[in-house]
């Protein structure tokens, strides 16, 4: 099982469509979890991060289930802007201090005018 | 503040060259590292440092070197360029290993 899967997509929705992307992970001891986005030959940008209890920014909301190693991203009300590759990554320990973020292919989300 | 500051963007070597892909940060982070990212295999970490002197394997390190004498900076040395190489090449930073972490724009890599 890879470490982070994410949906291969493509997803293809029209403005103000709500869209989702699902990530699963393997490794029990991941300490933390992130949802980055990256625009086309552009380097990854911090999203959100997630947290166990869910969190919100304006019309995104992430969730992180630990039992289950599952997180997810929610868009609401999708803009063209929001056309990107979206991406599942988790912070794994590799003991005392040492982590290393693994990152899952991501998703490409494009909206349509 | 610049952020992460890769450089150079774009690089052309004939196989068997050496070169260093320069990386440096000016918040202060302790943690770095340098990823490199192929059509279909997503981002992959090479080298990761979790402060001044201290450096650590990733996932594909092989042909790769680094180095972490100031706080500053992260360089990644390739030793004899190979054609499987070819590649966009991440460095990233961060405050402490579990924050989220700031990217460089990239250098793009071809090895000839």
């Known amino acids: 099982r890879k470490e982070v899967e994410q949906d291969p997509g493509p997803f293809n929705v029209p403005e103000g469509a709500t869209v989702a992307f699902n990530c699963t992970y393997s490794?029990?001891?991941?300490?933390?979890f992130f949802w980055y986005r990256q625009d086309c030959r552009k380097e990854p940008k911090l999203l959100m991060s997630?947290?166990?209890s869910g969190n919100e920014d304006g019309r995104f909301t992430a969730q992180l289930n630990r039992a289950s190693q599952y997180i997810s991203l929610l868009i609401r009300d999708s803009k063209l802007s929001d056309s990107a590759t979206y991406l599942c990554?988790?912070?794994?320990?590799?003991?005392?201090?040492?982590?290393?973020?693994?990152f899952g292919k991501g998703t490409l989300l494009t909206v349509n005018p | 503040n610049a952020g992460v500051t890769q450089t150079p963007k774009f690089q052309v070597l004939k196989t068997g060259q050496s070169m260093t892909l320069q990386c440096a940060q000016d918040m202060n982070h302790e943690y770095m590292s340098w990823y490199r990212q192929d059509p279909g295999m997503g981002l992959r970490l090479i080298h990761y440092?979790?402060?001044?002197?201290?450096?650590d394997q990733g996932e594909v390190p092989n042909g790769y070197n680094v180095s972490r004498s100031t706080t500053e900076d992260f360089p990644l040395r390739l030793l004899s360029a190979a054609p499987s190489q070819t590649s966009v090449y991440f460095c990233a930073s961060s405050r402490q290993g579990h924050y989220g972490y700031t990217f460089g724009s990239g250098t793009r890599l071809t090895v000839v």
């Open positions: 990554v988790v912070n794994v320990t590799g003991g005392g201090s040492n982590y290393k973020l693994t």
């Open positions: 440092s979790v402060g001044a002197g201290i450096t």
């Open positions: 997630v947290y166990s």
């Open positions: 490794n029990s001891a991941s300490q933390s």
